[in-house]
């Protein structure tokens, strides 16, 4: 197999998961602020989508492309990688119900804030996990730079 130059994929994945903890904050301070009244305001909801949106697709490019490459490399990896896919699963459920409520006029921000306190919390414990459970993994792995958006999601 042809050697890649080194990318830094362990910093790299770090900067994703930062940057999908900053856009779930901004989706809490806005619907926070909006606690006051019955309804989520629209241009509040738009934090919330924005954050969804990236969240899912960080997991979607990591489930097609990032864990298989590396299985391939790596394969003893694989009951990590199974448990990560499962954390998956349930964030994916966690934010269908989630986007369900936000396009529903009926919901407050009250329940809002506690679905996205949910997330936060399941997301928190993946993203620790992965990143302690790949550590090593990242440091090893080769594949080119121009693969980080197709591994890591345009985040
Ligand atoms: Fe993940
Ligand atoms: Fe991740």
Known sequence: MQRHRIFAWKRELQAVHHR???ALEE???AIRSGERAQRLAPELRDFCYTFCSALGSHHRSEDSDFFPALLQ???????TIARLSREHEVLARLLADFQMCLDDP??????LFQQI???KAAMKAHFGFEEGSLNRALDVLDAPESDRNRMFGDV
């Open 106 to 111: 009926r919901s407050s921000p009250r329940q």
């Open 73 to 79: 490399q790596m394969p003893e990896l694989e009951p």
């Open 117 to 119: 306190n949910d997330i």
């Open 27 to 29: 989706a809490r301070r």
């Open 20 to 22: 999908l903890e900053k």
